[in-house]
């Protein structure tokens, strides 16, 4: 597949007509936003950091090129800002970034006023990729959507476009949209309820009746099932983005609660079987997901990476007398991966933030669980003549005990863990025909790697035995996958 395709961004939800205003007046609907906020650096100390808006970061990294358009009645597709001239051939650089400009028809300065419907939005969303692809002349499009523009892209996908999809769309990114729906807090259901039988302002978009509408689901779905494609779509195109920092969103984080990114809940955030990573963000504003280095670093990768790496946990068993306890019922599995040259975490799962995997203790014996994949970059390596990319897996599986339903506090310490350990992999590019070198070691973060590796075929599972006196038996499963048709 290729590497470099035409960008559709599609903002997410603007609840009151100021809001509407707000986002119309900005000409990228507000994905030019950056963040100067201080951030926790890799030693632990509060740094400075700018980050300039993955707008720009696409536009100074990748070569694109800004264009505005927007459809009107009908679908029908208005360029604005001159583009008609400036590109007189009528011929737009396939490298393009594209916003869909849907609330400028409900802005009451620049439109009538009128709010359409999520379903209005899908198709004229469709309209959109099928201009950008005669344009651009490119085969697929990407789309990248934060909130509620995940689910207009996934209207698209699964009411509108249907098995077409895969032809026109190459893949898909969404920060922070709630594919199960937004909901409140034990106690305050019927906030929730109140919000969908009102649908003020369009609100019961979030709620389960409408969601089976727009998504072409029946009207007796599972809404814990909200967040299936259907089988639309491939699920190893789609990306998710999930925050997990509930404290510094606005007012609504006091009705959603812990568990959140202030707005969508976590568990609720992700496109099932979809390649997702956790990062300590919220939904929106200077310290939100769109806003940040983890956001743009977790979208380019996915969109340009020269290979993917799934990192999979499999036949873990607890030692004897470990199993023996009835009480322990759950294991806590906390994720962090880092890319060598970045400051930056790509994914970070943990207990304090509510974001840790929790699966049955026993359900690893003879079961696999996906913890990230993870996309590396040539470009981005240190030395270009290094064929090697570098990444680190710090892993930790901790205990959870439980009687009638309830945690023991009285045996539970916060921190405590039956495995912690960092697994530091040095991958290759493959070379043609006699699969690729791996270096690897469970060490400290201070340990270089090997000088040498070992060879794998390609395609092949590369397995790293966990070292536990806690566990019997479990094995880190790296599986390499060369993206975009390269073999790198």
Known sequence: MEKYLPIIYVRGYAGSQGAVESTVDRPYYGFNLGSTQVRTGPDGDPDFFIFESPLVRLIKD??????????????AVELLN???????????????????????????R???????????LGENLGCLVDYVLAQTGAPRVHLVAHSMGGLICRSLIQRVLQKEAAKKIDRLFT????????????????????????????????????????????????????????????????FSLVGTNHTDYNLARLAVGPGSDGLVQMDHAYVKGSSRAFVFRSHSGPLGIVNSEEGYQNLQRFLFGDTSVRID???????????????????????????????????????????ALTVPARALET??????????????????????????????VLPLYVRNRRVLRDRHYF???????????????????DGRLVRARWAGLDSDLPATGK??????????????????????????????????
């Open 313 to 355: 946990l499999e036949n873990v068993r607890l030692k004897n007398a470990l199993r023996s306890n009835g009480d322990l019922r759950f294991l806590l599995i906390e994720t962090t991966v880092l890319i060598r040259g970045e400051q930056i975490v790509m994914t970070d799962q943990r207990e304090e933030q509510g974001s």
């Open 367 to 396: 079961g696999c669980e996906t913890l990230f994949r993870t996309y590396l970059m040539k470009a981005y390596r240190p030395s270009a003549r290094d064929r090697y990319s570098n990444f680190q897996i710090r892993l930790r």
């Open 110 to 120: 620049a439109g009538d006023g009128t709010r359409d419907v999520i379903e209005t």
């Open 455 to 488: 060879r794998y075929p390609r395609n092949d599972n590369i397995r790293f035995p966990l070292p536990s006196k806690n566990l019997e038996q479990g094995d880190l499963v790296l599986r390499v996958r060369d993206e975009h048709g390269n073999s790198s």
């Open 415 to 433: 921190g405590e863990h039956l495995f912690q350990h960092t697994l530091t992999v040095g991958i290759r590019d493959s070379d043609a025909g």
């Open 175 to 238: 920060y922070a949209t709630p594919h199960r729906g937004i909901h409140f807090r034990r106690g305050l259901g019927f906030l929730t309820s109140v919000r969908d039988l009102l649908g003020l302002n369009d609100s019961n978009t979030f709620g389960p009746d409408r969601m089976r509408e727009f998504l072409g689901f029946s009207n007796n779905w599972d809404p814990n099932r909200l967040n299936e494609m259907g089988g639309h779509f491939p699920v190893d195109r789609v």
């Open 82 to 108: 001159g583009e008609d001239k400036r590109y007189e051939t009528g011929r737009f650089p396939v490298r393009s970034l594209w916003i869909f400009r849907y609330y400028d028809r409900t802005s009451e």
């Open 62 to 75: 990748h070569g694109y090129t800004d264009l505005f358009a927007r459809t009107g009645n009908g679908g």
